[in-house]
């Protein structure tokens, strides 16, 4: 990807229906439980490593690659020449999730199949809650954070005068809650068990007597057995999104955006078997725009425009998109190609996108035109590179990014 000129191959529009929804109750225990400071990441019972405590000095990197164990320094401060400043993580944790605020961030990090949510403050990273299992997904705002992860488990911490407070919300699902959340610290949403899920909540911030979380996508008996939903994403409770594929054989992609209080097939087909073996299959739809392709994880860039990745289909190659949801009910959908195995997304803008996988991060500007490239933003310094996966690229402004995974964690300050 690094220099791939990005030339958009097509583009798509539609005119679309709103889809109907179908909204149930799923019962759901609150119950509150004030923590006491957590302590760091624990692995066979032991005590770990803090990720406040500072990482291996320059010395002791040198003993390691002396042993041909070389990795880049790690040291709190150093920042490379694109600007990344590295952050004191604690070196054997993964970051699994981020959410950055003005000032500081939250994440969660897990190591020997447990997690905890972490926070940084301007000069290193602290825990403030730990859970024996895994979390994979955060949300934040100023002073709550909402967190979720295995066998239906989300949590809502709440810091108040006395530190914070965290309460369990789990859903009635099997499996993982894949994404939590929220368009405000009263407006809080999970994707799990094939549906989008939202849990009211009350001035006080926790859920009326008797409440619970309510399907807010999907049928509140159980999961489409065609649909598979991958990503949620959003800027305002009328402006979210979600995106996955319908089907199997083709798989046709999904992207359905939530506004006016509906949720709307934007891009979508039935997938439809030929009459005859000498026929291809196809994606067949009355109103919306259609991709024979699985949508993957995707980012809400601004009002009623998305970008997402796609992954290789029966007749398409991965692709980055970008879906417009346009206010007279239309829709239009730009492909730009990819090679890399991405594992996240965030952008400024549509035209100022950043795209993190294994050791890398990409800047790519004006993708979708012929003049568009990709180029490295490097996280490299001291001529070492970083030989580790990143799992999360994600930022406020274009001065205020974060990159974060295995062993480490990033954060730019400059443009």
Not at 52 to 73: E, I
Not at 296 to 312: Q, R
Request: net charge negative.
């Amino acid at each position: 990807m690094n220099g791939l000129r990005t030339r958009p191959r097509r583009l798509r529009s539609a005119s679309l229906g709103a889809l109907s929804l179908a909204f149930a109750a799923a019962v759901a225990a609150a119950c509150a439980d004030a923590e006491s400071p957590a302590e760091p990441v624990l692995d066979d019972g032991g005590p770990d490593a803090s990720p406040d405590t500072a990482p291996p000095d320059a010395a002791s990197d040198a003993a390691d690659d002396a042993d041909g164990d070389a990795r880049a320094p790690n040291v709190a401060d150093a920042c490379s020449a694109a600007g990344w400043c590295a952050t004191d993580l604690d070196p054997d944790v993964t970051v699994d999730d981020l959410w950055p605020l003005e000032g500081s961030a939250v994440a969660v990090a897990s190591r020997g199949g447990r997690s905890s949510v972490l926070r940084y403050a301007g000069s290193s990273w602290t825990v403030i809650h730990q859970v024996p299992f895994l979390l994979v997904s955060i949300w934040a705002s100023a002073n709550d954070v909402w967190v979720s992860g295995q066998e239906g488990n989300v949590k809502h911490g709440h810091r108040g005068a006395d530190g914070w407070t965290w309460t369990d919300h789990p859903l009635a699902v099997p499996g993982v809650v894949s994404t939590v959340w929220g368009t405000g610290a009263h407006d809080v949403y999970a994707l799990a068990d094939g549906r989008v899920w939202r849990l009211p909540l009350g001035p006080d911030g926790a859920p009326p007597a008797g409440s619970g979380w309510l399907v807010d996508y999907g049928s509140a008996s159980g999961p489409d057995p065609d649909v598979t939903l991958v990503s949620l994403t959003g800027r305002t409770h009328d402006d979210l999104w979600v995106t996955g594929s319908r089907g199997s054989f083709p798989l046709c992609g999904l992207v359905l955006h939530k506004t006016g209080g509906a949720w709307v097939s934007v891009v979508d087909g039935t997938p439809t078997l030929p009459a005859t073996p000498f026929e291809p299959p196809t994606c067949e739809t009355s109103d919306a725009v259609v991709l024979m392709s699985a949508f993957g994880k995707g980012t809400a860039i601004a009002e009623g425009e998305l970008v997402a990745l796609t992954e290789a289909g029966f007749t398409e190659a991965a692709s980055f998109a970008r879906v417009r949801h346009r206010q007279d009910g239309g829709a239009e959908l730009a492909l730009a190609p990819r090679t890399a195995d991405v594992k996240s997304l965030w952008g400024v803008s549509a035209d100022d996108l950043y795209a993190a996988s294994f050791s890398v991060v990409e800047r790519g500007q004006d993708i979708w035109t012929d003049a568009g490239a990709w180029q490295i933003s490097t996280v490299a310094f001291e001529g070492i590179a970083i030989a580790k996966p990143f799992y999360v690229v994600r930022g406020t402004r274009s001065d205020n990014l974060w990159l974060a995974g295995e062993s480490h964690a990033f954060h730019k300050s400059t443009p």
